[in-house]
């Protein structure tokens, strides 16, 4: 099969693309430890609601002054529904579901995770600006997903 000069050297250039982003990639997680915030812990997903501390989802304050959160995602909500969160304040916020894999984002923020059932996802945010952020399931979950939502009140 004859192949053009021009179309080898585009072929060849394709290539070598894909070979430098696949090991930026590889760089980033192995080198760099660029990984999603993921599988952090495992929890047995039929008894969330049983086990500390998703047994009362919420807000804690730590004795640093930072905080952590604990949601539960479900079809088709978050618990809680509401959080009010101090401005200023540095928030862990933990996620996992108790029934099918959810998204976990909060527009304008750091956070941007999936909730999957059996692990335990966790990410940081530092909330400057006082207002409502609104917490969605970015993660097509079934027929209710798009009225899954929570409000967070930072003030
Ligand atoms: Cu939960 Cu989409």
């Given at each position: 099969?004859?192949?053009?000069?021009?179309?080898?050297?585009?072929?060849?250039?394709?290539?070598a693309?894909?070979?430098?982003?696949?090991?930026?990639?590889?760089?980033?997680?192995?080198?760099?430890?660029?990984?999603?915030?993921?599988d952090?812990?495992?929890?047995?997903?039929?008894k969330?609601?049983?086990?500390?501390?998703?047994?009362?989802?919420?807000?804690?304050?730590?004795?640093?002054?930072?905080?952590?959160?604990?949601?539960?995602?479900?079809?088709?909500?978050?618990?809680?529904?509401?959080?009010?969160?101090?401005?200023?304040?540095?928030?862990?916020?933990?996620?996992?579901?108790?029934?099918?894999?959810?998204?976990?984002?909060?527009?304008?923020?750091?956070?941007?995770?999936m909730?999957?059932?059996?692990?335990?996802?966790?990410?940081?945010?530092?909330?400057?600006?006082a207002?409502?952020?609104l917490?969605?399931?970015?993660?097509?979950?079934?027929?209710?997903?798009?009225?899954m939502?929570?409000?967070?009140?930072?003030?």
């Amino acid at each position: 099969m004859h192949i053009h000069k021009y179309e080898r050297w585009w072929l060849t250039f394709g290539i070598a693309m894909l070979v430098v982003f696949l090991g930026v990639i590889a760089f980033a997680a192995f080198a760099d430890s660029v990984n999603p915030p993921s599988d952090m812990q495992q929890i047995d997903p039929t008894k969330v609601a049983q086990t500390p501390p998703f047994d009362r989802p919420g807000l804690r304050k730590l004795p640093d002054g930072s905080y952590e959160a604990y949601y539960i995602a479900r079809v088709f909500s978050f618990a809680p529904s509401i959080m009010t969160i101090p401005v200023g304040s540095k928030v862990t916020f933990y996620v996992t579901s108790s029934d099918v894999v959810h998204g976990f984002f909060i527009p304008n923020t750091d956070i941007n995770m999936m909730a999957v059932p059996g692990w335990v996802n966790m990410e940081s945010h530092i909330f400057v600006h006082a207002g409502e952020y609104l917490l969605i399931c970015h993660e097509y979950c079934g027929i209710g997903h798009q009225d899954m939502f929570a409000k967070i009140e930072v003030r």
